[in-house]
Nanobody
Framework: QVQLVESGGGLVRPGGSLKLSCAAS????????MGWFRQAPGKEREFVAA????????YYADSVKGRFTISRDNGQNTVYLQMNSLKPEDTAVYYC????????????????????WGQGTQVTVSS
């Protein structure tokens, strides 16, 4: 079992930045691919970013490419999502997820592939 706890969400003005963290405990963190997903009210959950266990492979949704950066610190059992140039349409609950998924985009971008999920953290972008 892996337990995931997100933090770092909050209210920010358009154009601002936030850094989300996801702390993992339980089974060895370094062997899992990690993903960030989000769900806005009335919408389906969508892929945001993912990183392979080695951090060599990183993937982003087109809507966040160039603005968001995913990273991980296996020594600290933590994955991060740096979010810059935030827009109102980025408003959502952000979830991190973990799974033994390899490194392909097809698997890392698919929420159904992940085995473990955090409880989510709210990000609100508003003036």
């Amino acid at each position: 079992q892996v337990q995931l706890v997100e933090s770092g969400g909050g209210l920010v003005r358009p154009g601002g930045s936030l850094k989300l963290s996801c702390a993992a405990s339980g089974r060895p963190f370094g062997t899992y691919a990690m993903g960030w997903f989000r769900q806005a009210p009335g919408k389906e959950r969508e892929f945001v970013a993912a990183i392979s266990w080695s951090a060599i492979s990183k993937y982003y949704a087109d809507s966040v490419k160039g603005r968001f950066t995913i990273s991980r610190d296996n020594g600290q059992n933590t994955v991060y999502l740096q979010m810059n140039s935030l827009k109102p349409e980025d408003t959502a609950v952000y979830y991190c997820a973990a799974g033994d998924l390899g490194a392909s985009y097809g698997r890392l971008s698919a929420g159904r592939e992940y085995d473990y999920w955090g409880q989510g953290t709210q990000v609100t972008v508003s003036s």
